[in-house]
């Protein structure tokens, strides 16, 4: 071993004698751990490229073209982005407001919407879904709004489009997605604060109570701890919510009684039932709402002349404010602004529309079989005496005529002259059932709507947790 190591150090001393002679500038490194003749037993290793030095030095010259000065701010698109936002109109929306909430500064745009038609459109109307997409330095570039009206399954969108001659407006129509949710919630302290805190908009918990409406009095029966399951259609434009549709069936738990509920409607010959979303125009049978046994919820009497709204006060005693004396209340007073309609609960024929002593502006109607209706302190009366209405139809709207200390409803049920509860009129007015033909869709039907309420049930149960 020895020897090999002194045979591989000599040849390595004998070979960096002959570079040092040949090619001084050669050596890049010293070989400063072998001495000449020394026994260290350490190599350092020498570099034997050419040494930089030595090499020639070429020159080389080319010529680049410069670009042309609109391609390093347009073509090449350089630090250039889009930004997107999205907001609902105001009904005190102004050109400018508007396009300040949306994040555009931009004269042009703003001068646009204050002189074109179809612009102008956005202004003044609340709700409108609006997206902007501008440059990075604000300018509009694009705007697109859309709304619907009830009247059909389409909604409008509006796009307003930056071009080469200036802004330019045109309006779109396109069919309504609907698509179904599914929400949960506990009264705590009302239906309307439990649904907003489920996000549940407010259409839809007015048809909630509506529908149960003949089962709970949600006026005066609403304790806390109760408890509801919904699934329901929102309509959509472009992805966007535009509005709520109708509920898909429903459960409410009111103290130790449930009550369910389900849309249905059946076909006609040929054809095909509705059960869900779009209120499409068709040749099929009026839908309406049914338990999951298959027995209707629609009576021939409603439990409420509005829509649910607060009572001021129940079917009771109470301290006259006009006469100040303590007399029997023979009915119920709905407080509600000037102005809100007022339906008919039933069928029937009007029987006096006019003003009446200390009713007012007053409508009796009815409805047969010594059933009467009365409707008083009315602000308008939209029936005349001998006129046909048909349960739910607008017959006039709350006022503060007569003797009323501010705008309500007087509603009173009169069954043989006699003042009776609405509330027990409607829960005992005969219900219809499913024909016998559509039995077995509806089974199915109702089976899917079952699973679909327990799981709404489960959201509410999953987020307590």
């Known amino acids: 071993m020895l020897n090999s190591l002194l045979c591989a150090k000599n040849s ?130 694009k705007l697109s ?78 304790r806390k701890g109760d408890r509801f399951s919904i699934v329901y259609e929102t309509l959509e434009g472009d992805g966007e919510p535009l509005r709520s549709g109708r509920v898909l069936s429903a459960e409410f738990v009111n103290g130790d009684k449930t009550f369910q509920a389900m849309w249905f409607q ?13 209120h499409a125009k068709d040749s099929r049978s009026k839908g309406g709402y ?26 009771k005693m109470r301290f006259h404010p006009i ?13 509600a602004p000037t102005g809100t309609p007022v339906r008919s609960i039933g069928d029937g024929v009007v029987q006096f529309a006019g003003v009446q002593n200390g009713f007012g502006n007053v409508i009796y109607v009815d409805h047969g079989n010594n059933r009467l209706t009365v409707y008083g302190h009315l602000s308008r009366i939209n029936v005349r005496k001998g006129e046909h209405v048909g349960q739910s139809q607008n017959i006039g709207a709350v006022g503060a005529t007569g003797w009323a200390t501010g705008p309500h409803l007087h509603f009173e049920f009169r069954i043989n002259g006699k003042p009776t509860d609405p509330m027990t009129v409607a829960r005992q007015s ?13 089974t199915r039907l109702a089976s899917a709507a079952r699973v679909q309420l327990s799981a709404a049930a489960s959201i509410q149960q999953s987020s307590a947790q």
């Open 266 to 278: 059946e076909p006609v010959a040929g054809g095909t039932p509705i059960a869900d979303a779009s």
């Open 12 to 141: 390595f001393l004998t070979l960096a004698r002959q570079t040092l002679k040949q090619h001084p500038k050669r050596i890049t490194a010293a070989i400063a751990a072998l001495m000449l003749g020394g026994g260290g037993g350490a190599f350092a290793v020498a570099s034997f490229a050419p040494d930089a030095s030595d090499l020639p030095v070429r020159q080389v010259l080319e010529s680049v073209q410069a670009l042309p000065a609109n391609l390093a701010s347009d073509d090449l698109n350089i630090e250039q982005f889009k930004l997107f936002r999205t907001e609902l109109t105001r009904s005190s929306d102004t050109a400018d407001t508007l396009l300040k909430r949306l994040g555009v500064d931009d004269a042009a745009a703003a001068t646009f919407l204050r002189t074109d038609s179809s612009a102008r459109l956005l202004l003044g109307r609340s709700g409108r879904s609006v997206t902007t997409e501008t440059s990075d330095t604000n300018s509009l570039l």
């Open 145 to 222: 709004a859309r709304w619907t009206a009830d009247t059909d399954g389409n909604f409008n969108r509006l796009v307003i489009e930056k071009t080469p001659q200036g802004f330019q407006s045109r309006i779109e129509t396109a069919p309504l997605t609907a698509t179904s949710r599914l929400a949960s919630g506990t009264i705590q302290t009302s239906l309307f604060a439990a649904t907003d805190d489920a996000r549940i908009p407010d259409a839809i918990a007015t048809q909630l109570a509506e529908i149960f409406s003949s089962n709970i009095d949600f006026h005066r029966s609403l």
């Open 290 to 315: 049914f338990t999951l046994d298959g027995q209707s919820l629609r009576r021939s009497f409603l439990a409420s002349p509005m829509e649910f709204s607060r009572v001021t006060s129940g079917f």
């Open 323 to 335: 006469l100040q004396t303590w007399k029997a209340h023979l009915g119920i007073d709905y407080a």
């Open 430 to 442: 005969e219900a219809v059932a499913i024909t016998a033909s559509a039995k077995p869709l509806f």
